[in-house]
T-cell receptor, first 114, second 111 residues
Framework: EPEVTQTPSHQVTQMGQEVILRCVPI?????FYWYRQILGQKVEFLVS????????KSEIFDDQFSVERPDGSNFTLKIRSTKLEDSAMYFC????????????FGDGTRLSIL | GEDVEQSLFLSVREGDSSVINCTYT??????LYWYKQEPGAGLQLLTY?????DMKQDQRLTVLLNKKDKHLSLRIADTQTGDSAIYFC???????????FGSGTQLTVLP
């Protein structure tokens, strides 16, 4: 069964550094998402992306965050200047064309900011 | 905005049925999902229900939706030790695609 893949599985970064989290969505999917889960808290929506632009974003997704689909397969989340509170598990998801298509998630990247 | 709540823990005996409950606040919720998370793994989609349905059955899984009470439940028949995991309820509202998640219910299956 096709799946969403995320790399790396664990990223350790110094505070203030830039970090890029990578995702390969399911190949025929058109909608892409990032969520995060801070330890002990709920999974929170960050951003959705369709047709090469952001379609929805939450209050969490401020100017420090950006997303990109640099080629036909990858979908990336960049955090420009990481803060301690960015430490979390980051999940990528993708869904197909149909309205409210079900979202399929990757295994996540655990981001640790030191 | 939408708020989704779940109880945090549930323990059952192997072979019994498990019922995991979820409540939500937005009456315009359109799709309601159940995801499973095993240790160290991502969120695995189990099943979903559209808001114009009351019930959906998929093998050992039964989803019940009470729109009046804004209550969603997931019943797992003949629960096995391999069902031990965290179960998340998630909903979309209106035309938005973003998922709003509950806090997850840790299901422990005792032998």
């Amino acid at each position: 069964e096709p799946e969403v893949t995320q790399t790396p599985s664990h990223q350790v970064t110094q505070m203030g550094q830039e970090v890029i989290l990578r995702c390969v969505p399911i190949s025929n999917h058109l909608y892409f998402y990032w969520y995060r889960q801070i330890l002990g808290q709920k999974v929170e929506f960050l951003v959705s992306f369709y047709n090469n632009e952001i379609s929805e974003k939450s209050e969490i997704f401020d100017d420090q965050f950006s997303v990109e689909r640099p080629d036909g397969s990858n979908f990336t989340l960049k955090i420009r200047s990481t803060k301690l509170e960015d430490s979390a598990m980051y999940f990528c998801a993708s869904s197909a064309r149909q309205p409210q298509g079900t979202q399929h998630f990757g295994d996540g990247t655990r981001l640790s900011i030191l | 905005g939408e708020d989704v709540e779940q109880s945090l823990f549930l323990s059952v005996r192997e072979g019994d049925s498990s019922v995991i409950n979820c409540t939500y606040t937005d009456s315009s919720s359109t799709y309601l999902y159940w995801y499973k998370q095993e240790p160290g793994a991502g969120l695995q989609l189990l099943t979903y229900i559209f808001s114009n349905m009351d019930m959906k059955q998929d093998q050992r899984l039964t989803v019940l939706l009470n729109k009046k009470d804004k209550h969603l439940s997931l019943r797992i028949a003949d629960t096995q030790t391999g069902d031990s995991a965290i179960y998340f309820c998630a909903v979309t509202s209106g035309s938005a695609r973003q998922l709003t998640f509950g806090s997850g219910t840790q299901l422990t299956v005792l032998p």
